[in-house]
């Protein structure tokens, strides 16, 4: 299986290392792993062969070989690739609302680790890869949904759309954070997320262009 680090993860740990939270950040990270082996046992018991893992500032990201069977296989306007995929995709924040419980029964802290936080650290991953803005998890979940429901074209018009509303919606919102808080973390977070958005639009265009293309040589 292929390893893949975003050197960007080394800008994180240097600022976070300055800022004297590299501990938090260890930690969170350390349940973002956990969150990926959610991702990981889903693709495997769903028959999915592992071929890549991405190391990203925010975490892990693992990529799946695709077999070509599920494309052929309809449900509803999709296929079973994409019922497939938003089983994966809903894994990962299982296992951590799953952590949320197990740390909520400790009767002590773990580790030296207080119980309060690692409930509040599994709670954040969960929840914060559940924003609709792809290629989060809540991003997939979403565009596969769609797919199911509404057919692929479409699927990346409201999905592209959804993404940017919320990552403008979230920016307003950890603005006041930053206010407040005055946590540089949420800057690198929020900009990260900013740069991911970005990247998507681009290929979001690209398709576009593709699908007009189609269209007109009908």
């Not at 296929?79 to 938003?86: E, F, G, S, T, V």
């Not at 680790?113 to 929840?127: C, T």
């Amino acid at each position: 299986m292929q390893i893949k680090i975003n050197l960007r993860i080394f800008i994180f740990i240097i600022i976070f290392c300055l800022t004297r939270q590299i501990e938090i950040y260890g930690i969170l990270m350390l349940f973002a792993f956990f969150h990926e082996l959610g991702h990981l046992f889903t693709g495997l018991f769903l028959g999915f062969k592992p071929y890549s893992l991405g190391i990203n500032p925010l975490g892990l990201s693992i990529n799946f070989e695709i077999n070509a069977r599920d494309y052929n296989k309809k449900v509803i306007k999709g296929n079973m690739l994409a019922l497939k995929k938003l089983i994966i995709a809903l894994g990962g924040p299982f296992v951590n609302f799953v952590l949320v419980i197990f740390f909520l029964m400790l009767d002590q802290d773990l580790l030296g680790v207080s119980k309060e936080f690692l409930v509040y650290a599994n709670i954040l991953i969960g929840l914060f890869n559940l924003i609709p803005i792809y290629p989060l998890d809540g991003g997939r979940i979403l565009k596969n949904v769609l797919h199911i429901l509404t057919g692929l074209e479409s699927t990346y018009s409201y999905t592209n759309l959804i993404s940017n509303i919320s990552i403008i919606i979230l920016t307003m919102f950890s603005s006041i954070c930053i206010l407040y808080l005055k946590n540089i973390a949420v800057v690198l977070i929020v900009g990260y997320l900013w740069y991911l958005v970005i990247n998507e639009n681009k290929l979001y265009n690209q398709r576009m262009k593709i699908y007009e293309i189609i269209k007109e040589t009908m």
